[in-house]
């Protein structure tokens, strides 16, 4: 997993609507870029609406916040749609992006082991560099601990 100081890398995912981005678009400006499993799950729910009820407080500071998975395109449209979220919702389909921040990781439930992505979020600064890595992520609260550290910027 990528840790504090590493450059964040360029990937290229698609958004909600199919479209092409990097990360790239957001060079010269932090930004909180975080994984989760799946769509429209418990977890990753809530963490997708903590996120948008602070999207406001994010959007004052200039700090873009984008959610990672492998769902399909189409899927985190449905997702978004459902819930109103306003967070950027990116497909990692291929799953380069997972590699190359290191939340692909072998997983472990009820004795069976799986690849799976590992709940986790990144800071990035203005520079590209990782200010601040939160792995194993617990929901409750966290989305309001990272709009805490990204005022620190």
């Known amino acids: 997993m990528l840790e504090q100081g590493d ?12 479209a092409d981005f ?15 499993p799946k769509a429209d799950t418990p977890g990753c729910t809530n963490e997708a609406k903590d996120f948008t009820e602070l999207g406001a407080d994010f959007a004052k500071l200039g700090v873009p916040v984008v959610g990672i998975s492998k769902d399909k395109p189409a ?4 997702f978004a749609d459902k819930y109103g979220l306003t ?7 291929p799953g380069a992006a997972c590699e190359a921040f290191g939340t692909w990781v072998e997983k472990s439930l009820y004795g069976r082991k799986y690849m799976g992505i590992e709940r986790s979020t990144f800071l990035i600064g203005a520079d590209g560099r990782i200010a601040r890595v939160w792995p194993k992520v617990k929901v409750k609260g966290h989305a309001a601990d990272v709009l805490e550290a990204a005022k620190a910027l």
């Open 75 to 78: 899927k985190l449209k449905k």
């Open 22 to 36: 990097t990360l790239d678009r957001y060079r010269g400006k932090p930004a909180v870029v975080y994984f989760y």
């Open 7 to 18: 450059s964040a890398p360029d990937v290229a995912l698609k958004d909600a609507e199919g």
């Open 87 to 93: 967070v950027t919702l990116a497909s990692d389909e």
